[in-house]
């Protein structure tokens, strides 16, 4: 089956870390800008972040800036958000998908191999 597999999440105490993986199943990586999402439970998904096919190019959202690090490991066709100094606001199923990238947003493509998703719990 052709799609991302995320791992990683957790239950954590605000101010905890947590580093999440998405590994590309089915498909190579090397071709793919990826992004990460996440959604809490009764609102709608948001982009986290969004890096490009070299890892050269970054992208953060607001929610994310200064805490959050993406990168991608080619070699290991799999995809990296370090989540750091996590707040309860933070609380969400965090999703990776392939996205249309150039240097600020990113947006899911069509095929975006959207995974299931790994939980990320922050509370204390």
């Known amino acids: 089956q052709v799609q991302f597999v995320e791992s990683g999440g957790g239950s954590v105490q605000p101010g905890g870390s947590l580093r999440l993986s998405c590994a590309a199943s089915?498909?190579?990586?090397?071709?793919?800008?990826i992004g990460w999402f996440r959604q809490a439970p009764g609102k709608e998904r948001e982009r986290v972040a969004c890096?490009?096919?070299?890892?050269?190019?970054?992208y953060y959202e607001d929610s994310g800036k200064g805490r959050f690090t993406i990168s991608r490991d080619n070699a290991k066709n799999t995809g990296f958000l370090q989540l750091t100094n996590l707040a309860p606001e933070d609380t969400a199923l965090y999703f990776c998908?392939?996205?249309?990238?150039?240097?600020?947003?990113?947006?899911?493509?069509?095929?975006?191999?959207w995974g299931q998703g790994t939980q990320v719990t922050v509370s204390s």
């Open positions: 890096i490009s096919r070299s890892g050269d190019s970054t």
């Open positions: 998908a392939r996205v249309q990238y150039h240097s600020g947003p990113c947006r899911p493509l069509e095929f975006a191999y």
């Open positions: 089915g498909f190579n990586l090397d071709y793919s800008n």
